[in-house]
Nanobody, 122 residues
Framework: EVQLQASGGGLVQAGGSLRLSCATH????????IGWFRQAPGKEREGVSA????????YYADSVQGRFTISRDNAKNTVYLQMNSLKPEDTAVYYC???????????????WGPGTQVTVSS
């Protein structure tokens, strides 16, 4: 059974940092690309970042490029999202997902984990 468990969310002031973790179970690192989506109140869910299962390529939304870094520790079956220089507009529920990457880095989710709340105060 595929399972994804996100953790690391919380409350931080603007300019601060958080690191999200996604522990994966039931599949190997070669099976799926892993990524993060987020959904802010009143807004549509959007893709934030993804890391390929084939060559480790990473992808970022324009809104987080240069501030967020995604990485993967295959030995620990964990994917991380280091978020620096956080802004109030980064406030959202963040979801870890597993799926396939198409085109220019769009991650099509096959599995979703429960979200973790990130709140950035101004």
């Amino acid at each position: 059974e595929v399972q994804l468990q996100a953790s690391g969310g919380g409350l931080v002031q603007a300019g601060g940092s958080l690191r999200l973790s996604c522990a994966t179970h039931g599949f190997t690192s070669e099976d799926y690309a892993i990524g993060w989506f987020r959904q802010a109140p009143g807004k549509e869910r959007e893709g934030v970042s993804a890391i390929s299962n084939s060559d480790g390529s990473t992808y970022y939304a324009d809104s987080v490029q240069g501030r967020f870094t995604i990485s993967r520790d295959n030995a620990k079956n964990t994917v991380y999202l280091q978020m620096n220089s956080l802004k109030p507009e980064d406030t959202a529920v963040y979801y870890c997902v597993a799926g396939e990457i198409y085109g220019l880095g769009y991650l099509s989710p096959d599995y979703w984990g429960p979200g973790t709340q990130v709140t950035v105060s101004s």
